[in-house]
């Protein structure tokens, strides 16, 4: 397989450095990339569609320290794009098990990795108060881990 790019950019957990419209301006400017790693803190499932839409051959992609990506983000970025994807990242981004189920029910993925803490779902300060939403989203996502139907292909580390 010939690579034809990657890129990588790890300077965009300055906020307002790097954002969704950042990520759609980088999918129009490189439609070839195959591997591709990008996040921060003003990036969420809009700029994942963007990049779904317009780099329709990547192969890897990993979103990191994003806002997060919606099951329905999920659903559109399945439906319009990364239909050639085997390996999807999320770190420290956060995930519904919605989110992880839409990908592993419609891409087919070799690997989906997903790193997470509590403080990527909440700031520090709001810890106590949203513990029980919390244990909730870690349960579900903990259910999907053990099914065996995705035991080949997803993994999950809390850090």
């Known amino acids: 397989m010939k690579i034809c790019g990657s890129v990588v950019f790890k300077n965009s957990l300055v906020r ?3 954002d ?6 980088l999918s ?11 996040g921060g803190a003003d990036i969420d499932g809009a700029g994942l569609l963007a990049v779904a839409l317009n780099c329709q051959h990547l192969k890897v992609l990993e979103l990191f320290h994003a806002r997060g990506v919606a099951e329905d983000n999920a659903k559109s970025v399945c439906k319009h794009g990364l239909k050639e994807l085997h390996t999807l990242i999320f770190t420290h981004t956060p995930v519904q098990a919605a989110t992880l189920l ?6 087919n993925l070799h ?3 997903v790193e997470l803490t509590q403080r990527d779902f909440f700031t520090k300060s709001k810890y106590r108060k949203f513990q029980p939403e919390y244990a909730k989203i870690s349960k579900a996502l903990k259910a999907v881990q053990k099914n ?3 035991k080949d292909v997803l993994d999950i580390t809390w850090s």
Request: aromatic share 18%; charged share 5%.
């Open 16 to 18: 307002g450095l790097f």
């Open 102 to 107: 839409c990908f592993l029910q419609t891409l």
């Open 28 to 38: 129009w400017c490189w439609p070839q990339l195959q591997a591709l790693s990008f």
């Open 148 to 150: 065996l139907k995705y």
């Open 20 to 25: 969704n419209g950042v990520a759609r301006l």
């Open 111 to 113: 690997s989906l990795h």
